[in-house]
């Protein structure tokens, strides 16, 4: 086997994915092995692993494996060889596909932003009193 082609192990390794979630998103359509070894084995290339990047970023900001499947379908034609290529207007509503799930992203982001400003509030609260308690009991 050359070096271009991971078993399944290797892209679990470098994605972070469990190997149960990568045959999942295998089994829903998202990702499909560019090969099989002669003796049956999965495996991937770094578009693959690039493709199990995007849904493992995408997964925590609360998108749909539908909305996954939209997105590299949209990505996956905006990138297609210029035999497929879009024409100009197909090119233009795929882009606005994409600009619509950078701004939920966006969004998305903005309301973890906010998530974890209050978390670090209430921890600091929390360490606040346990120092002014540990003051309190040293006094």
Do not use: C, W
């Not at 925590?60 to 494996?65: A, I, V």
């Not at 035999?83 to 998305?108: I, S, T, W």
Request: proline share 2%.
């Amino acid at each position: 086997m050359d070096g271009k082609h991971m078993q399944i192990g290797e892209v679990a390794a470098r994605t972070g994915l469990s190997l149960r979630t990568i045959r999942h998103y295998e089994e829903t359509g998202l990702v499909t092995p560019s090969a099989r070894s002669q003796g049956g084995f999965r495996l991937y290339t770094e578009t693959d692993v690039a493709r199990l990047m995007v849904i493992r970023r995408m997964k925590p900001l609360g998108f749909t494996l539908d909305q996954m499947r939209d997105l590299l379908d949209a990505t996956d034609r905006l990138d297609a060889d210029a035999d497929a290529a879009p024409g100009a207007e197909e090119r233009e509503a795929l882009l606005e596909r994409v600009r619509a799930y950078q701004r939920e992203a966006a969004a998305q982001v903005e309301k973890l932003r906010m998530q974890l400003s209050r978390a670090e509030d209430f921890e600091g609260t929390l360490r606040a009193r346990l120092e002014q308690n540990a003051h309190t009991a040293r006094g």
